[in-house]
């Protein structure tokens, strides 16, 4: 009786919310790395509930050993994919630290010309795809580009820049990432001890010295954990290689979209899908090491007030550097726009004619993949916001610290990971969701749960339990009292994870491209299509609509939030 008066409405909606994690994200992943020891796909749920299912499954089991694994050091295309994706994260993240290091230096200690704006503008590549920039950089550097009909002109010799190669999979990456070690960069350049500084040029040293053996010393956890950061981006991402990559250049993610779109190798596709949740596990835990209470500093009873640097000619400096990282982002997007309206565009600078015919396509044969987007993110919005808002809930309320880790994982896992292990378990009956929109909602809420959480984690510590407990003093039972009274208090913090969840579904790439059936195609897997179709224009087109559909979502965050969304 005991167990049952405790187990009240709190606990049914515990208990479902680690049901939910557990069908949708524990056992896949358990499930793929069953298919890398036996070789074959096994039906976990098939096999609790159908005995010749149960008898398959332990059949495989028995025949189940690491040959598989050791099938990576004999195939050199496995291995090379390894490492041609760890050299090329590599690769991004140091050249992204050190591009973004005057830039968050500026943002944070001086007082340069253009601030807001080129900080505004910085944040360009954060709604933007990166298929889209992949697309664009070729309309750029690509055979028949501008800037290689430039360059011809100036009597150079072949591409400046071959953007289906591995350094231009890097620039697109290097350019479209850099806002997410820029920003940490910045807040470690302000929240270092200013009175360090203060005390080594009252010692005499030049400015220089005291950046290069005070400032920066400051601020290394900070550029440890960005570089991080941005090598586990850059190994997850599927956007950029698919449509760059050659065939000659193998990359684990491209591997494995191959292995089981294309071959239907279940047992490849597991392998390399096991080794990119280890990989990205595994930078994902050192950048979480130096996040978590590394900071260096003083112990003072002095207030700290940051000095902002007023020098004109290093603030001139870092502006007009600035400019120039800025100025690749804004001639990408105007020639994706000037794509979209564009008749044709063979050899020139500019467009050989413009029409609003391209648009007109997308409207009239392409309008489903819009709605499609928008009824997809809206189902993904509505789960995540009842999953998270519950979850906040439990962690704050009831230090829930393992429901808390289990909304962490899906940071961990690449989209393109999660949809091989979704496809593998649910492919079969008893639930057969493999190429509905069901499972693609699961999929997206997955994905994105954890922005939600932690944007509604912050407004629940705010919200103080005295109010809770005069709700249940009142008669009212613990599960009412969160949702009257606790619940309206969060909206602020689910309206600011609600838009942010909302645009990153709609411009989701890997998980779309992968898993969303026909009939339920959104706009990232239509403009994806168009691509590989050859239809440059009406991808053109759809591209800009997605862009500009995804700059209002932010605008409304942003007024939503006070500009601190």
Request: hydrophobic fraction near 55%; proline fraction near 4%.
């Amino acid at each position: 009786m005991k167990m049952l008066k405790r187990f009240d409405g709190h606990s049914l909606i515990k208990a479902l919310i680690v049901l939910f994690f557990i069908v949708f994200l524990v056992v896949p992943l358990f499930s793929i790395l069953i298919v890398s020891i036996t070789g074959v796909p096994i039906n976990v749920f098939g096999s609790l509930v159908d005995p010749e299912t149960f008898k398959s499954t332990i059949d495989a089991f028995k025949n189940s050993s690491l040959e598989f694994y050791k099938s990576i050091a004999s195939k050199s295309g496995y291995l090379s994919a390894l490492m041609n994706s760890l050299e090329l994260s590599l690769l991004v993240s140091v050249v992204v630290v050190v591009m973004c290091l005057p830039i968050a230096y500026g943002i944070a200690r001086t007082k340069m010309p253009f601030k807001k704006t080129l900080t505004a503008l910085c944040t360009i590549p954060l709604i933007v795809p990166t298929f889209i920039a992949a697309n664009a950089f070729i309309v750029m550097f690509g055979r028949s580009g501008w800037v290689t009909y430039i360059y011809e002109s100036l009597r150079g010799n072949g591409l400046l820049i071959n953007p289906s190669s591995m350094i231009g999979i890097a620039m697109v990456q290097v350019f479209f990432f850099f806002p997410y070690a820029l920003w940490p960069m910045v807040a470690a350049f302000k929240l270092s001890d200013i009175t360090l500084e203060e005390g080594s040029q009252n010692l005499g040293a030049k400015n220089w010295f005291t950046f290069a053996f005070v400032t920066m010393p400051l601020a290394l956890p900070g550029l440890i954990s960005s570089a991080l950061l941005i090598f586990t981006v850059s190994f997850s991402d599927f956007g950029t290689p698919i449509i760059l990559a050659p065939k000659d250049l193998n990359l684990i993610v491209v591997e494995a979209y191959r292995e089981i779109a294309g071959f239907f190798n279940w047992a490849g596709a597991a392998i390399l899908t096991v080794i990119m949740v280890v990989v990205a596990a595994f930078f994902f835990c050192l950048q979480h090491l130096f996040t978590k209470g590394k900071s260096y500093g003083t112990v003072s009873g002095k207030p700290k007030k940051q000095k902002i640097i007023k020098n004109k000619w290093l603030t001139r400096t870092i502006a007009g550097y600035t400019c120039l990282v800025v100025l690749v982002l804004l001639l990408a997007m105007i020639s994706v726009l000037l794509q979209s309206f564009a008749t044709t565009w063979g050899v020139g600078v500019l467009p050989d004619g413009y029409t609003m015919a391209n648009y007109q396509a997308v409207f009239s044969s392409s309008f489903e993949n819009v709605t499609n987007s928008l009824i997809l993110a809206s189902g993904a919005l509505v789960l995540s916001v009842v999953i998270a808002t519950f979850v906040s809930y439990f962690v704050v309320r009831q230090n829930a610290s393992k429901l808390d880790f289990m909304t962490t994982v899906p940071l961990v896992v690449p989209g393109i990971a999660l949809g091989i292990a979704l496809i593998q378990t649910f492919n079969t009956a008893p639930l057969q969701l493999t190429g509905t929109a069901t499972i693609l909602i699961i999929a997206y809420t997955i994905r994105r749960l954890p922005y939600m959480v932690r944007s509604t984690v912050g407004t629940m510590r705010s919200i103080k339990q005295d109010i809770e407990e005069a709700a249940v003093n009142l008669g009212a039972s613990r599960l009412t009292a969160a949702i009257t009274v606790v619940g309206p208090l969060m909206i602020p913090g689910i309206a600011a994870g609600s838009i942010l969840v909302f645009i990153t579904v709609i411009k989701e790439t890997s998980v779309s491209i992968l898993m969303a059936p026909a009939e339920w195609a959104p706009m990232s897997l239509a403009i994806f299509q168009n691509i590989l179709r050859g239809e440059y224009y009406t991808a053109a087109a759809m591209s800009i609509i997605l862009v500009v559909l995804v700059l209002v979502l932010q605008a409304i965050a942003t007024k939503l939030s006070k500009g601190d969304a």
